[in-house]
């Protein structure tokens, strides 16, 4: 299937200057003894709030930094890592619960010649905001450095189906797992 990219979007992309911004969503899910919550947090990279898809991103410096995977001519395991400042100790006491396997997405955002964030829907309908990852927390942990929580959170890598899961041994004789 082809990405479709809104007419607002593109217009940006084909400008001389480009400002973007990064919308993080995490879902996670904390279990009880006797009760199971989902909490979704709504992060962005953008100075202020934004309101996009019904729900309000907040932009209160709480998202430090995305590290996206590289691009390389091997297959590798370089997956995205999002670094959130845990200010109230909520996502350490969550990640003591166990996180992994929770869904995290990434979104990027464009601005217009205003510095105002493109959160709009062209007439094609297609959004101004554009999808580039969708995963699963893998590698989460907390970082304490002068008062500073921070939460770190890797997110699967996309090559992350071709790693073995299970070994199959073949030879003339049979298969054996």
């Known amino acids: ?26 879902e996670l899910e904390r279990t009880g003894a006797s009760t199971q919550t ?17 729900q309000t991103w907040s932009g209160d410096g709480g998202l430090f930094e995305i ?20 200010k109230d100790n909520t996502l350490s006491d969550i990640f003591k619960t166990g996180v992994i396997g929770n869904d995290i997405f990434v979104r990027v955002g464009v601005l217009d010649t205003n510095g105002d964030p493109l959160t709009g829907v062209d007439s094609n309908g297609v959004s101004d905001i554009v999808s580039i990852y969708s995963g699963f927390i893998d590698a989460p942990s907390i970082a304490v450095d002068w008062d500073v929580n921070t939460a770190k959170i890797e997110g699967t890598s996309p090559m992350a189906d071709l790693d073995q899961i299970k070994l199959f041994m073949v030879s003339k004789d049979g298969m054996d797992q």
Not at 1 to 26: G, H, K, P, W
Not at 68 to 85: C, G, H, K, N
């Open 1 to 26: 299937m082809a990405r479709t990219f809104s007419t607002n979007f593109l217009s940006v992309i084909n400008s001389d200057t480009i400002n973007y911004f990064y919308l993080i969503q995490i």
């Open 67 to 86: 590290d996206s995977p590289r691009f390389s001519s091997i297959i590798d395991r370089e997956a995205y890592t999002v670094v959130l400042q845990d």
């Open 38 to 54: 989902r909490n979704t947090y709504y992060y962005t990279s953008f100075e202020r709030d934004i309101s996009w898809n019904g």
